[in-house]
């Protein structure tokens, strides 16, 4: 599931390196070299090639997360952004050190879902739809079930142990809310946040109809059918969200025998119009099982996108938008954060430390720790 990368595989003659990023990519290599089994570096497929070369594990971030939970490493650095770090804090022990080079290092979507927010609308989902929240249930009450996305804060992840939820990957979603409807009742319901289509493409994935499904607005009027099983929050990944079903159509013009994988955090339309979708780790392989000469289109960041074609010389990988921009917020981790870091820790400073307070490790933990008694 995830791709071991020895120092052994970092090539400092790289061409497409200038001599600045050669010496920071030298000084790196260097100081892990010095901290030796105390350093973890984890890198996220969306993060860029000069970062890549310098991580001890490539995957996404559940992954990640756990890895870093399993290994003895005092510090972790964590190539990714803030909500991926926060999780790993959860998972590691307390004399384990989460840092991320660049703290401005957001999600989007995951701001797109705020605690207020999502309290707020659970109280009015309760009361209009009648649903009662599984902490306070009695048996054989019908429920509403919180379901968070990975892609979330701590603060919501925390939300969902509080109430009975669970937290979900775009791997393992349609098994999360299997789960959740098993929990809700018969004429139970899951709130699911914070991205629309994930929640959307599992759903219909699972069998339920448009009808049954309705988009949660914040500080709008939000209307929900009488039988409704999942209520959307409104949130999107602005990367995948950029996916079009008019560029699958203008790639099936130019490749009739061409194939398309998307994410599932693309809209509805471009899931139903690809070949196939599923997490990064799903569109790894989807890609590495394709016959030799094979042309395929895939819909997500582009740093992966360009990493798979290059690991793959046998094959004529595009990304399917020709003019998508990496996601801006992974972006945020250059190489020259990187070394900072190192070179802060090296002097014995600990810089960038991800802390989730304890009162919101607690729930966050419970929720996290349910879906991984879930397999898939
Ligand atoms: S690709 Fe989308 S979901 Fe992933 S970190 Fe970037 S904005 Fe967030």
């Given at each position: 599931m995830t791709m071991s990368l020895p120092?052994?595989?970092?090539?400092?003659?790289?061409?497409?390196?200038g001599p600045e990023e050669a010496a920071i990519a030298q000084r790196i290599a260097e100081l892990k070299e010095e901290m030796g089994d105390d350093l973890l570096i984890l890198g996220h497929h969306y993060q860029r090639d000069q970062i890549v070369m310098h991580a001890d594990l490539l995957g996404d971030s559940f992954l990640l997360s756990e890895l870093a939970a399993k290994s003895d490493a005092k510090n972790i650095i964590f190539c990714g952004v803030h909500f991926m770090a926060e999780s790993a804090d959860i998972l590691t022990s307390d004399s384990q050190r989460v840092i991320l080079p660049?703290?401005?290092?957001?999600c989007s979507m995951a701001d797109m879902a705020a605690l207020n927010e999502v309290e707020i609308a659970w109280d009015q989902i309760l009361q209009e739809t009648g649903l009662k929240d599984p902490a306070t249930a009695k048996e054989g009450d019908s429920c509403l079930i919180p379901v968070t996305y990975m892609n979330s804060a701590a603060e919501l992840k925390d939300f969902c142990g509080r109430h009975g939820g669970i937290v979900c990957t775009s791997s393992n979603a349609a098994g999360i809310l299997q789960w959740a409807y098993d929990r809700a009742g018969p004429n139970g319901a899951v709130l699911f946040f914070p991205d629309q289509h994930l929640g959307r493409n599992t759903g219909i994935s699972m069998g339920?109809?448009?009808?049954?499904m309705a988009v949660w607005t914040p500080g709008q009027e939000n209307d929900l059918p009488s039988d409704v099983k999942i209520v959307l929050w409104h949130g999107f990944c602005s990367v995948h969200k950029r996916f079009t079903v008019a560029q699958i159509d203008s790639f099936r013009q130019e490749f009739p025998d061409g194939v398309v994988v998307v994410h599932p955090e693309c809209p509805m339309e471009v899931v139903q119009a690809a070949d196939a979708n599923g997490s990064t780790e799903f569109i790894r392989k989807f890609v590495a099982q394709q016959k030799p000469g094979t042309n395929i289109a895939v819909g997500t960041e582009i740093n992966m996108v360009a990493r798979l074609d290059s690991q793959h010389e046998n094959l004529n990988i595009q990304c399917l938008e020709p003019t998508v921009c990496p996601c801006s917020t992974m972006y945020m981790i250059h190489p020259a954060y990187l070394l900072d870091v190192l070179e802060r820790l090296s002097e014995g400073e600990i810089p960038n430390q991800v802390i989730v307070e304890k009162s919101v490790q607690k729930g966050a933990k419970i929720a996290l720790e349910r879906m991984l008694s879930i397999k898939k």
């Open positions: 120092m052994c595989a970092i090539d400092f003659s790289n061409d497409e390196m660049n703290m401005r290092a957001g339920i109809p448009l009808e049954q």
